[in-house]
């Protein structure tokens, strides 16, 4: 399985970016995608999932109404649409991958996630 991130770069504080990533190398039947990030110097940290059938989402309280995270199940590609953008906001970001049944409280946990893309960095300027 890959999965490939894309979309990250260098925006303005209060702009957008939208960020992709696309799994591959296997058919899925049962899909959960997230996105994590890392700044420098800290931990990586949970941002956002998603619950592929039903659609269910989880938000960290840091991105609440600024992020928003969907899903094409046919393309196995999660999105996330970044609003607002702060300069804490610069980081890394890193998609994931569960094919497993995780409840959805605990798509915040990275020990969930089977599969990791490469990362992409968003750096927002103040």
Do not use: H
């Amino acid at each position: 399985v890959q999965l490939q991130a894309s979309g990250g770069g260098l925006v303005q504080a209060g702009g957008s970016l939208r960020l992709s990533c696309a799994a591959s190398g296997r058919t899925f039947s049962r899909l959960q995608m997230a996105w994590f990030r890392q700044a420098p110097g800290k931990e990586r940290e949970f941002v956002a999932a998603i619950r592929f059938r039903g659609g269910s989402r989880l938000y960290a309280d840091s991105v609440k109404g600024r992020f928003t995270i969907s899903g094409d199940n046919a393309k196995n590609t999660v999105y996330l649409q970044m609003n607002s953008l702060k300069p804490e906001d610069t980081a890394v970001y890193y998609c994931a991958l569960d094919t497993g049944s995780a409840i959805l409280s605990s798509l915040s946990l990275p020990s969930v996630y089977d599969y990791w893309g490469q990362g992409t960095l968003v750096t927002v300027s103040s």
